[in-house]
């Protein structure tokens, strides 16, 4: 492997003689991703990017997508603008190896080709954090987890009541709202959301693609999402709580016509509607002085597609999940906590056929810490699959910290597996010759991580990197006979991960990361498609007043291989690109403020995946009221 060089320099990062103190510095994260209980950053091995509701603020960021592209690690894939169907390569892994968490429900669809969850459906306008935990994960989270997991969580209410609105608009036809009511009266805290995303001329499909003197016609997409998180205080040691999301959305967009192959762009728009409901209610109780805390949930999730192709027939996706989960922590010691989870999960696909699968799941960890500097959690996950019967995944992740040089090792290793998803198992295609495999295995990984963070100049500068390698094994794909799908696939991915992190002033901050990815598929023994191996993010935040801040993110990813847009030219390189934001945000009264940004910037024109635009130069303004 072809190990980058971690050089400051590089970066165009320096130090200012201004530096600082250590008591200055923000408390530190606590996460829970990791171990499925809070824990103090410096005490996790595995890595994990935290992403706060400040920061997604201060950049103004609308959608998911927009969110996810810098975190290292991740490669976002979305077929044009805003609403387009989004996919997550995370470490190299597939675009189903992710897992996704809202406020404990897991959203994948049990309904689409690969059971993955469309991150471009998901507005931002409630989210309080996301924990973005990379690496293989089963051994707490099941099935999935095998790149990793996206745990987002969505505002609470607590104190006075308190309300929020903010109105926009801009370039691409952009009118965007959103309100925010959240408080506690007593022993219920509340708090309750409405967003709506408009953008109604995001230009995606490339001229070039066009037949001569056909029109280009623009993408039209609009979101309306409703969110809501309730919890009431019985006692100090008991609460119950309640959220529900519901997603309607409705996105227009130029399909293929395959009257010729190649295809071109068809002249008539598609149409996709999307309705999603996400619920979960929950019980919590301390008992025995805090020695045993426990949850037990119940959640459902159901998600309707309808997709209209003006050369085909209207065709519907319907698939539901349902789950009951408890999860119980036991504190053994005072350096030693013992977290113990069930789960029952069943799945449904109502349309296009009937099919269900039904999972059992049991898992345990400790958390253990030895002495003042080393920590570690172990974890051991059985599931049972009415499908294909049992699989045992662990992990066992440590980490040393010598806080005299302010220096952290850490280490990581653990298995992971993907399930075969109900269409793989069921679905057929006899009039082109094409049949499911109800005898399908799950796909299969193992991988390990070594790293290393230093905090230099009483925290001033922090650096870290990361080597990471996963073996896949196993994997579904097309048999070689054309007719099925087949468990033969192997790959193998490997890279290394790196930050810089400077408070160079009080008032500013950089952050550099750059990821190295290599991803091989071991049975043709070529790179695996839309895997960039380099990309590199610098975000810039600035609080120039206390009333006025700027912040400026760069992103650069370097080509990769990809098929154009219907792949009849299977292999090519695809050209890299960088792009650069801007925002602003101007507190006008402390109930008043303004803000504007502006996308791309320079205007960079780029193809990812390749066939379909992604926006040029948009600018953006608006208003927002605090009462």
Same mark, same amino acid.
């Given at each position: 492997?072809?190990?980058?060089?971690?050089?400051?320099?590089?970066?165009?990062?320096?130090?200012?003689?201004?530096?600082?103190?250590?008591?200055?510095?923000?408390?530190?994260?606590?996460?829970?991703?990791?171990?499925?209980?809070?824990?103090?950053?410096?005490?996790? /091995?595995?890595?994990?990017?935290?992403?706060?509701?400040? =920061?997604?603020?201060?950049?103004?960021?609308?959608?998911?997508?927009?969110? !996810?592209?810098?975190?290292?690690?991740?490669? #976002?894939? =979305?077929?044009?603008?805003?609403?387009?169907?989004?996919?997550?390569?995370?470490?190299?892994?597939?675009?189903?190896?992710?897992?996704?968490?809202?406020?404990?429900?897991?959203?994948?669809?049990?309904?689409?080709?690969?059971?993955?969850?469309?991150?471009?459906?998901?507005?931002?306008?409630?989210?309080?954090?996301?924990?973005?935990?990379?690496?293989?994960?089963?051994?707490?989270?099941?099935?999935?987890?095998?790149?990793?997991?996206?745990?987002?969580?969505?505002?609470?209410?607590?104190?006075?009541?308190?309300?929020?609105?903010?109105?926009?608009?801009?370039?691409?036809?952009?009118?965007?709202?959103?309100?925010?009511?959240?408080?506690?009266?007593?022993?219920?805290?509340?708090?309750?959301?409405?967003?709506?995303?408009?953008?109604?001329?995001?230009?995606?499909?490339?001229?070039?693609?066009?037949?001569?003197?056909?029109?280009?016609?623009?993408?039209?997409?609009?979101?309306?999402?409703?969110?809501?998180?309730?919890?009431?205080?019985?006692?100090?040691?008991?609460?119950?709580?309640?959220?529900?999301?519901?997603?309607?959305?409705?996105?227009?967009?130029?399909?293929?016509?395959?009257?010729?192959?190649?295809?071109?762009?068809?002249?008539?728009?598609?149409?996709?509607?999307?309705?999603?409901?996400?619920?979960?209610?929950?019980?919590?109780?301390?008992?025995?002085?805090?020695? +045993?805390?426990?949850?037990?949930?119940?959640?459902?999730?159901?998600?309707?597609?309808?997709?209209?192709?003006?050369?085909?027939?209207?065709? +519907?996706?319907?698939?539901?999940?349902?789950? #009951?989960?408890?999860?119980?922590?036991?504190?053994?010691?005072?350096?030693?906590?013992?977290?113990?989870?069930?789960?029952?999960?069943?799945?449904?696909?109502?349309?296009?056929?009937?099919?269900?699968?039904?999972?059992?799941?049991?898992?345990?960890?400790?958390?253990? =810490?030895?002495?003042?500097?080393?920590?570690?959690?172990?974890?051991?996950?059985?599931?049972?699959?009415?499908?294909?019967?049992?699989?045992?995944?662990?992990?066992?992740?440590?980490?040393?910290?010598?806080?005299?040089?302010?220096?952290?090792?850490?280490?990581?290793?653990?298995?992971?597996?993907?399930?075969?998803? +109900?269409?793989?198992?069921?679905?057929?295609?006899?009039?082109?010759?094409?049949?499911?495999?109800?005898?399908?295995?799950?796909?299969?990984?193992?991988?390990?991580?070594?790293?290393?963070?230093?905090?230099?100049?009483?925290?001033?500068?922090?650096?870290?990197?990361?080597?990471?390698?996963?073996?896949?094994?196993? !994997?579904?794909?097309?048999?070689?006979?054309?007719?099925?799908?087949?468990?033969?696939?192997? /790959?193998?991915?490997?890279?290394?991960?790196?930050?810089?992190?400077?408070?160079?002033?009080?008032?500013?901050?950089?952050?550099?990361?750059?990821?190295?990815?290599?991803?091989?598929?071991?049975?043709?023994?070529?790179?695996?498609?839309?895997?960039?191996?380099?990309?590199?993010?610098?975000?810039?935040?600035?609080?120039?007043?206390?009333?006025?801040?700027?912040?400026?993110?760069?992103?650069?990813?370097?080509?990769?291989?990809?098929?154009?847009?219907?792949?009849?030219?299977?292999?090519?390189?695809?050209?890299?690109?960088?792009?650069?934001?801007?925002?602003?945000?101007?507190?006008?009264?402390?109930?008043?403020?303004?803000?504007?940004?502006?996308?791309?910037?320079?205007?960079?024109?780029?193809?990812?995946?390749?066939?379909?635009?992604?926006?040029?130069?948009?600018?953006?303004?608006?208003?927002?009221?605090?009462?």
């Amino acid at each position: 492997m072809r190990t980058p060089r971690f050089i400051l320099t590089a970066l165009g990062l320096s130090l200012v003689a201004s530096h600082a103190s250590a008591e200055d510095a923000a408390p530190e994260p606590i996460l829970v991703s990791a171990t499925r209980i809070p824990t103090p950053e410096s005490q996790i /091995a595995s890595s994990v990017t935290l992403i706060t509701a400040e =920061q997604i603020e201060a950049r103004q960021q609308r959608l998911l997508p927009e969110i !996810l592209k810098e975190v290292p690690g991740v490669n #976002i894939v =979305q077929t044009g603008g805003p609403g387009g169907v989004t996919s997550i390569f995370m470490r190299g892994t597939n675009n189903s190896h992710t897992k996704v968490f809202i406020d404990g429900i897991d959203v994948g669809d049990p309904s689409s080709s690969n059971a993955s969850f469309d991150f471009g459906q998901m507005q931002a306008m409630d989210i309080e954090r996301i924990e973005v935990l990379r690496g293989p994960q089963s051994g707490l989270y099941g099935s999935d987890a095998v790149g990793g997991v996206i745990d987002i969580t969505t505002r609470s209410g607590n104190g006075p009541l308190r309300a929020q609105a903010y109105l926009e608009g801009g370039s691409f036809d952009t009118f965007n709202q959103a309100a925010n009511l959240n408080g506690a009266v007593d022993q219920l805290h509340y708090s309750a959301n409405i967003g709506h995303f408009h953008s109604g001329e995001t230009p995606v499909t490339p001229l070039e693609l066009l037949l001569p003197g056909e029109k280009r016609n623009d993408d039209y997409y609009d979101n309306i999402t409703a969110s809501t998180k309730f919890g009431y205080d019985v006692t100090s040691n008991l609460d119950f709580g309640l959220v529900a999301r519901y997603t309607d959305s409705h996105l227009r967009l130029t399909g293929d016509d395959f009257s010729t192959f190649p295809s071109f762009p068809a002249a008539q728009q598609s149409a996709s509607n999307t309705n999603e409901y996400y619920g979960r209610a929950f019980a919590h109780l301390r008992a025995f002085d805090g020695l +045993l805390d426990q949850t037990l949930g119940i959640a459902y999730t159901r998600k309707r597609s309808a997709n209209y192709d003006p050369q085909g027939p209207l065709t +519907l996706n319907t698939g539901e999940r349902s789950k #009951i989960d408890w999860r119980g922590t036991v504190k053994l010691a005072e350096s030693q906590s013992l977290v113990l989870g069930a789960e029952h999960q069943r799945d449904d696909i109502s349309q296009p056929l009937s099919a269900d699968i039904r999972v059992n799941a049991g898992y345990a960890e400790l958390n253990s =810490q030895l002495g003042a500097s080393f920590f570690s959690a172990l974890n051991v996950r059985y599931d049972n699959n009415s499908r294909f019967g049992g699989k045992v995944t662990y992990r066992f992740a440590p980490t040393y910290r010598i806080a005299a040089t302010g220096t952290r090792l850490e280490a990581s290793v653990g298995t992971a597996f993907k399930a075969p998803t +109900l269409s793989e198992l069921f679905q057929s295609f006899p009039a082109f010759f094409f049949f499911a495999n109800p005898n399908l295995k799950p796909e299969t990984s193992v991988g390990y991580d070594l790293g290393l963070e230093q905090t230099v100049v009483d925290g001033v500068v922090t650096a870290g990197v990361t080597y990471f390698h996963n073996r896949l094994r196993d !994997l579904i794909d097309v048999a070689p006979t054309g007719d099925t799908y087949a468990n033969f696939g192997r /790959a193998s991915t490997q890279g290394v991960e790196s930050f810089v992190e400077v408070h160079p002033i009080n008032t500013v901050t950089v952050r550099a990361d750059y990821t190295y990815t290599e991803a091989t598929d071991e049975i043709l023994h070529q790179e695996l498609l839309r895997r960039p191996k380099h990309k590199i993010t610098v975000d810039t935040h600035w609080q120039a007043l206390d009333a006025l801040s700027f912040d400026v993110s760069v992103l650069t990813v370097t080509s990769w291989v990809d098929g154009n847009r219907d792949f009849s030219t299977p292999r090519f390189d695809a050209p890299g690109y960088t792009t650069a934001n801007l925002s602003g945000n101007y507190a006008i009264t402390p109930k008043l403020s303004v803000f504007a940004r502006v996308n791309n910037m320079f205007d960079r024109r780029y193809q990812n995946p390749t066939g379909y635009l992604q926006p040029g130069v948009g600018a953006f303004a608006g208003i927002k009221a605090n009462l």
